[in-house]
């Protein structure tokens, strides 16, 4: 069985990670201009995923996990839609962050399923 407490931990703190990255990474890989589009799609994706998997820690439902592959999918592509994928690391960052997310997401969903026969929606 898939351990769903332990996978909402590991999604929690990757959101955390991600509103953290506008302070982190330009600090770590001295970067002196943020666009701002990167920093604000750090904040609300990395609060947006902490929220979900909290919620999926205190009432765990299929929706929460299908909502977390959505959140990796936009991830991944909002370099390019939020106009910040110059910034490699950042590009980077949300690609292998956002594949992460679908995978655990996708992982949870399928053993939700499995488990109990049904959705749960």
């Known amino acids: 069985m898939y351990d769903l407490r332990r996978q909402n931990w590991l999604v929690f703190v990757?959101?955390?990670y991600l509103i953290s990255t506008p302070w982190t990474l330009p600090i770590l890989l001295g970067?002196?201009?943020?666009a701002r589009g990167a920093v604000i799609a750090h904040w609300v994706?990395?609060?947006l995923i902490a929220i979900i998997a909290y919620l999926?820690?205190?009432f765990p439902k299929a929706w929460h996990e299908a909502s977390k592959v959505l959140m990796g999918?936009?991830?991944i592509?909002?370099?390019w839609?939020?106009?910040f994928s110059g910034l490699m690391a950042f590009s980077y960052n949300d690609v292998v962050c956002g594949a992460v997310l679908m995978l655990l997401g996708g992982l949870a969903l399928l053993s939700t399923h499995h488990d109990t026969?049904?959705?749960n929606i």
């Open 77 to 79: 592509v909002s370099p």
């Open 56 to 58: 999926g820690l205190l």
């Open 14 to 16: 990757l959101g955390l």
């Open 117 to 119: 026969g049904n959705s």
């Open 31 to 34: 970067y002196t201009n943020l």
């Open 45 to 47: 994706a990395g609060a």
């Open 73 to 75: 999918f936009w991830l």
């Open 81 to 83: 839609v939020m106009s």
